[in-house]
């Protein structure tokens, strides 16, 4: 049996006037909003000055890793409270014997503890994975979080008049009374926008960002920067910067296979997930397993498919391809407009975010589909963030790359057009967001933090920027949907392409060798071409499916619009154009264009997510 992580919530309080012996209570109730995220156990460990909460969904060492997990020392225990996955626990563990140490159990969890205890807070630097945890350290009555280097596992913390509060999602902050669920300006702006970086919507709530660990003492807080996407010279030439790239591929795709439990692949029919499937099969086989895949498609979804600047082929025939390529047992889990139009769905989406979402339909149907692969498997393979990293997106090789805005906002807006012009705002919300100039002083900050070779051409700089946008903004706001939307329904998604190994090597090969066969992921396509199928190998990037361009899907659309209408003293309407609105909903279903549609998903999530969280909610 192969043993490793562990996934699930974590949560704690810390209070250095308080007796939070007897807050057990409020503990409780912070962790019992994480069951979804860890619906097999539940912990809680307090003493004076701290409470920590765990939910845990095993993975593995079934029944080990039990948490929060303490360690005695001669001057006080050492606590942790742990989410995610170390890929080179078994290298770590054999390190750690041999310092010495000695372990009860097979789970990664205790590597990370006795990691904290030999190297302290540089236990992050020994690191290979997707985490978000916590040590309360009573040596030094301090709690150290750390996070990921991409930032794949999320991380929350609320700072308090005498401590902190943390949790793995803002829901469990917000269960202590002492967090107010208040927005203000800048969350409106983030949440509209998903700019925002480094700020939870939430006023006073901070997330522990990518590369990060927060440090609290009786002091104060600290934040430190322990990664960061550092610029340095290529040497490898193309042939070798694609044999590179393949060796790293085969290592992460081999690491993120162990588990106890049943895993798969989320497969398209792209090129990311095609990559990452067949580099799967042949390991799984090994060990005595076969593939299982999984893909989402919708009732009448390739008759009905009308290409788009963003979707420029159906999924299916390329699923079909790959599954007879590389012979998976293949799910192909199909909805139709009422699967994606159920209330109850879209309410447990935005549960699930805390936010009113970005992505509308397409994140109902991501968690449809990770629900029924949960009935299935515990564990899925995702080709998220290969975009990121090898220029996936057209706006990478076109004139949108020029414009001074977010590229991939540009690509939605033109070159001209700011967020004012094409959503609905009112005139009190358009003067109070002040987007344009929001939006601005966001990338100038974004271009600000990129480092240049002091030999780079202008389009090598352009690029660099280009990149470095795209790992530290967009792709923040794909993980955080796909742990959000997984963890919701108790499923594990592991993302190969977020290993930081690959993530630096990529990001310092030149422009030209990342596009030098003219078309999009020259590097990618190259390195894994002689799994594929020449049909996978060759298709041109399309985005995840939508059902936008179906009426049926449109039409309830403005049903839900109309139900929007019908609640008159909505603080919506503070911000949203009740008459955009009126007129949106009456329209033909079969005319209504496809960015009014987007608009109108966009409406109806806010104010779901205002009825769910009743927040304090002010323009000012």
């Known amino acids: 049996m192969r043993r490793g992580p562990v996934m699930c919530g974590i949560t704690g309080w810390v209070s250095y006037d308080a007796d939070l012996t007897e807050r057990q209570a409020t503990i409780d109730a912070m962790t019992a909003t994480m069951a979804l995220r860890g619906p097999d156990a539940s912990g809680t460990w307090l003493r004076r000055h701290v409470a920590l909460g765990h939910r845990r969904l095993a993975v593995i060492d079934l029944d080990g890793g039990v948490q929060p997990m303490e360690f005695a020392t001669p001057d006080g225990p050492v606590v942790l409270v742990y989410s995610g996955e170390a890929y080179n626990f078994v290298e770590l563990r054999g390190e750690l014997r041999a310092r010495g140490h000695r372990f009860r159990t097979a789970s990664d969890t205790e590597v990370v503890l ?160 095609s990559a990452i499937a067949a580099l799967a099969s042949p390991e799984l086989t090994a060990a005595g397993e076969r593939l299982r895949t999984f893909s989402v498609d919708f009732v009448d979804h390739v008759d009905r498919f009308q290409a788009d600047v963003f979707r420029t082929t159906p999924d299916a025939p390329f699923v ?70 090898f220029g996936g997106y057209r706006w990478f090789h076109d004139k949108t790359r020029d414009f001074p805005i977010f590229p991939w906002m540009a690509a939605v807006l033109g070159a001209q057009a700011g967020a004012s012009d094409v959503m609905p705002f009112t005139a009190e ?67 190969p392409y977020c290993d930081h190994r690959l993530v630096e090597y990529v990001y310092n090969v030149p422009w030209k060798h990342k596009s030098f066969d003219g078309r999009e992921k020259s590097l990618l396509r190259h390195a894994v071409k002689d799994l594929l199928p020449p049909s996978v190998a060759d298709r041109v990037k399309s985005g995840y499916p939508t059902m936008m361009h179906d009426t049926r899907y449109s039409s309830a659309l403005q049903i839900q619009g109309k139900e929007v209408l019908a609640d008159a003293d909505s603080p919506l309407f503070a911000l949203f154009n009740r008459e955009w609105l009126k007129n949106a909903v009456e329209m033909d279903s079969s005319t209504i264009s496809h960015g009014d549609k987007l608009l109108l998903d966009k409406i109806i999530d806010m104010h779901c997510w205002l009825d769910i969280y009743s927040p304090e909610f002010s323009l000012s």
């Open 320 to 389: 079909r391809d790959m599954v007879d390529r590389i012979k998976p047992v293949h799910r192909q889990v199909v909805l139709n407009a009422e699967d994606l139009s159920d209330p109850a769905i879209r309410r447990a989406v935005i549960t699930a975010r805390d936010t009113p979402n970005a992505f509308g339909e397409s994140d109902i149907s991501m968690y449809r589909l990770f629900r029924e692969i949960r009935n299935e498997s515990t564990v899925a393979l995702s080709g998220e963030a290969a975009d990121e990293n």
């Open 114 to 273: 006795n990691g904290y205890l030999e190297w302290g807070e540089g236990v992050v630097d020994h690191l290979n994975g997707m985490f978000a945890f916590a040590v309360w350290d009573s040596r030094d009555q301090k709690l150290v979080m750390m996070r990921d280097r991409l930032g794949v596992k999320p991380l929350y913390y609320y700072p308090t008049r005498d401590g902190v509060l943390f949790g793995s999602e803002p829901k469990a902050i917000l269960a202590n009374p002492l967090a107010r669920r208040a927005v203000d300006i800048d969350g409106i702006r983030t949440a509209v926008t998903g700019i925002g970086p480094g700020q939870a919507i939430w006023k006073g709530m901070h997330e522990v960002e990518p590369g990060t660990l927060v440090t609290v003492d009786a002091s104060g807080i600290r934040k430190r920067t322990y990664w960061r996407l550092r610029t340095a010279r290529h040497t490898d030439d193309q042939r070798r910067t694609v044999e590179r790239v393949r060796q790293l591929l085969d290592d992460t795709v081999k690491r993120q296979l162990i588990s106890d439990v049943p895993q798969c692949v989320l497969l398209s029919g792209g090129l990311d997930s």
């Open 429 to 495: 919300g358009l003067a109070a967001l002040e987007l344009d100039s929001y939006l601005g002083d966001q990338y100038a900050t974004a271009v600000a933090a990129v480092e240049h070779l002091d030999s780079a051409s202008r389009v090598e700089r352009q690029m660099r920027v280009m990149f470095h946008m795209h790992l530290t903004r967009f792709l923040r706001m794909l993980l955080d949907r796909k742990d959000r939307l997984s963890m919701a329904v108790g499923l594990e998604v592991r993302v």
